[in-house]
């Protein structure tokens, strides 16, 4: 089992930047692929983009395409949701997951026992 522990949340206004975090522990993160996800308050908690094993393919939901970039360091187990030009739309908690199966991290289907906690990203405009 891998615990997960993000980071790196907190209030920026509209076109600024943060840098989220998710360390892993328990086990390496190498053999995993990894998502971000996040809800937004009423609202169901959805994918925003991932990541496969290597870094050699991602993925990104159409909302934050070229804005975000997800990124992962196996040598340090933890993965990585850079957010440029955010936007009060991005007002959300933001969980990372992970799973043996890029294709489950995608769609959302991660067991129960690999989400972090989330951590808050306040967006003001």
């Known amino acids: 089992q891998v615990q997960l522990v993000e980071s790196g949340g907190g209030m920026v206004q509209a076109g600024g930047s943060l840098r989220l975090s998710c360390a892993a522990s328990?086990?390496?993160?190498?053999?995993?692929?990894m998502g971000w996800f996040r809800q937004a308050p009423g609202k169901e908690r959805v994918f925003v983009a991932g990541?496969?094993?290597?870094?050699?393919?991602?993925d990104y939901v159409d909302s934050v395409k070229g804005r975000f970039t997800i990124s992962r360091d196996n040598a340090k187990n933890t993965v990585y949701l850079q957010m440029n030009n955010l936007k009060p739309e991005d007002t959300a908690a933001y969980y990372c997951?992970?799973?043996?199966?890029?294709?489950?991290?995608?769609?959302?289907?991660?067991?129960?026992?690999?989400w972090g906690q989330g951590t808050q990203v306040t967006v003001s405009s």
């Open positions: 997951a992970a799973d043996p199966m890029y294709s489950m991290v995608v769609r959302g289907r991660v067991g129960s026992d690999y």
């Open positions: 328990g086990r390496t993160l190498s053999t995993y692929a």
């Open positions: 990541i496969n094993w290597s870094g050699g393919r991602t």
